[in-house]
């Protein structure tokens, strides 16, 4: 290795003096040979510089003693010495200077680590009082956190026992006004029970009616002969010996094909149809009164019976008027010839009879005249409507709608009306209608 050093170079110079001069320190009692003037010491090299020797001094030419000759080996080992110590020297001076520079890196590097330790340090230090912060901050939050928790929970608690009691107030209130409420729903019901009979008329001239009813009231269209028609069907399915009610408060009849359905409906029905009239009957609730098999009313209701009438609206030739009116014929034969043979009569007789009672046509009997005339089978003191068994002031139930409703208008006159529904086609209205109220579009 290369030692270029200021240091290194002073070494060597001053090695290379000794040894030029150690002859002249050689011991005295064996004299060194004195040096030719002109001689010089050959230089010698060390390392890659070479050492330029120094000129011996001359000294004064002196009379001594001959000196033996230098042992060659002697001088040869010596100079052997001389460079094992300069190498020796070298090396060291090498090796020192490696040594050195280890020692220096060592110490950069102890230097480094020390700094890196530092850093790591402050940069643990800096983490640990970051993570102390963040701990401490969630600390914080967290017993923040607990103790909104534990106030949530003290007014949840706090809240749910206020509701339980407030539920407990509340389910006592609702209990008191259910009972009151179930109270008052018992009230409107009867203890009793419909009553069936199959004869329903009492020895006092109390008629039963039970809850097998069909209420007949107003306009007759076929709206009311799908209501009464369907209801016979049902309660006949139900039993077939218990009779079934038809009662009219007032009806001043309606459609002809709609009547004549509940007529064939009564006909055909397996148990016994009963109509009962209330106030009043007419036309076509007449004709189904009296073909009843078994007929009811009250001494002062009233059954009118009179020729179907039909008034003519649009332009109709004669001919058109000829076919309504012999349409309203066979209508009629098929309809009066029923009633006049259950009075024993024929029908002109019926229709003289009409007129004999009133110009109109119109003739009307109270029940027990109408008893007489066979309008009606029997006259009842009483009935017994043993199928209400619910308070009529309760909340009604919602009546099925049994005839259209109709729109009641005032005419230019300031007289009320009303326009009938359309007929089927051959269909007529049996209706009584003396002030023209029901009127035709």
């Not at 290369?2 to 060597?12: D, E, F, I, N, W």
């Not at 608690?157 to 109270?183: P, W």
């Not at 309606?254 to 009043?280: N, T, W």
């Not at 109709?406 to 009938?420: H, I, M, Q, S, T």
């Amino acid at each position: 290795m290369k030692v270029t050093t200021r240091s290194t170079l002073a070494l060597l110079a001053m090695a290379t003096t000794l040894v030029a001069q150690e002859p002249a320190q050689a011991p005295a009692a064996v004299p060194a040979a004195p040096a030719p003037a002109t001689a010089t010491t050959p230089p010698i090299a060390i390392g890659d510089a070479p050492v330029v020797a120094t000129p011996a001094v001359e000294k004064p030419a002196e009379k001594a003693p001959e000196a033996p000759k230098p042992d060659p080996i002697k001088a040869e080992q010596e100079k052997l010495t001389l460079e094992n110590s300069l190498a020796a020297e070298r090396l060291k001076a090498e090796t020192n200077a490696i040594r050195e520079e280890i020692t220096r890196l060592k110490m950069e590097k102890e230097l480094l680590a020390e700094r890196i330790s530092l850093a790591a340090t402050k940069r643990q230090a800096a983490e640990e009082d970051a993570n102390a912060k963040v701990e401490a901050e969630s600390a914080k939050i967290m017993r923040e956190a607990s103790i909104a928790k534990a106030k949530a929970e003290l007014l949840t608690n706090e809240l749910k026992a206020v509701q339980s009691q407030s539920g407990i107030e509340i389910s006592k209130l609702q209990n008191q006004i259910a009972s009151y409420e179930m109270e008052s729903k018992r009230k409107g019901y009867a203890d009793a029970k419909p009553i069936y009979l199959e004869n329903p008329l009492k020895d006092d001239g109390t008629l039963v009616i039970s809850d097998r009813r069909i209420a007949l009231n107003g306009l007759i269209t076929m709206a009311t002969a799908d209501h009464i028609t369907d209801r016979i069907d049902f309660f006949n399915n139900a039993d077939r010996k218990l009779p079934i009610f038809i009662v009219i408060d007032q009806s001043p009849g309606g459609s002809v094909m709609a009547g004549y359905r509940i007529l064939k409906a009564m006909e055909s029905s397996d148990a016994p149809v009963h109509v009962v009239v209330k106030s009043f009957a007419a036309s076509m609730a007449a004709g189904i009164t009296t073909l009843a098999k078994e007929s009811y009313a009250y001494p002062n209701a009233i059954i009118l019976h009179h020729q179907i009438s039909s008034t003519l609206f649009g332009q109709l030739n004669l001919t058109e008027q000829g076919e309504v009116v012999k349409e309203s014929q066979r209508w009629w034969t098929r309809l009066a010839t029923p009633v006049a043979q259950k009075m024993g009569v024929t029908t002109d007789e019926f229709i003289q009879r009409m007129y004999a009672h009133s110009t109109s046509g119109d003739w009307s009997e109270f029940g027990e005249d109408a008893q007489k005339l066979k309008w009606v089978n029997h006259i009842v003191q009483g009935i017994e409507e043993s199928s209400f068994t619910k308070n009529p002031d309760a909340a009604p139930a919602p009546q099925p709608q049994v005839a259209a409703q109709l729109e009641e208008k005032v005419d230019a006159n300031g007289k009320p009306f009303a326009f009938l529904p359309r007929l089927t086609p051959k269909d007529v209205y049996f209706l009584y209608n003396p002030d023209s109220y029901y009127r035709m579009r």
